[in-house]
Nanobody
Framework: QEQLVESGGGLVQPGDSLRLSCAAS????????MAWFRQAPGKEREFVAAIRWMQGSTYYADSVKGRFTISRDNNALHLQMGSLKPEDTALYYCAAGRPITSTVRRSDAYGYWGQGTQVTVSS
């Protein structure tokens, strides 16, 4: 079974940057789309960004557009986060799946999930 492992979370101050990474334990990402979702306490899981592995097409939530960048290299997925705000505080999840364009922002379009890495933005 595919295992996704996130890393790079931590406690940062507003305005800081942070880079998250996600590695697959056994499978390659070829043919998949990869995404980052996040969930803050008391809130539903929300879409952050996605990338189609082969084509490199990217998708972003409006709340992070211009501040976050999703990328991939070899067999790892990354999320470069800049100008972080307290409202970015959440548990960030890496996901893999085969969504069509209309479902790329839906969590139920992804069948593989990591355990999450905590990002806390606080002064």
């Amino acid at each position: 079974q595919e295992q996704l492992v996130e890393s790079g979370g931590g406690l940062v101050q507003p305005g800081d940057s942070l880079r998250l990474s996600c590695a697959a334990s056994r499978h390659t990402f070829n043919g998949y789309s990869m995404a980052w979702f996040r969930q803050a306490p008391g809130k539903e899981r929300e879409f952050v960004a996605a990338i189609r592995w082969m084509q490199g097409s990217t998708y972003y939530a409006d709340s992070v557009k211009g501040r976050f960048t999703i990328s991939r290299d070899n067999n790892a997925l990354h999320l470069q986060m800049g100008s972080l705000k307290p409202e970015d505080t959440a548990l960030y999840y890496c996901a893999a799946g085969r969504p069509i364009t209309s479902t790329v922002r839906r969590s139920d379009a992804y069948g593989y999930w990591g355990q999450g890495t905590q990002v806390t933005v606080s002064s």
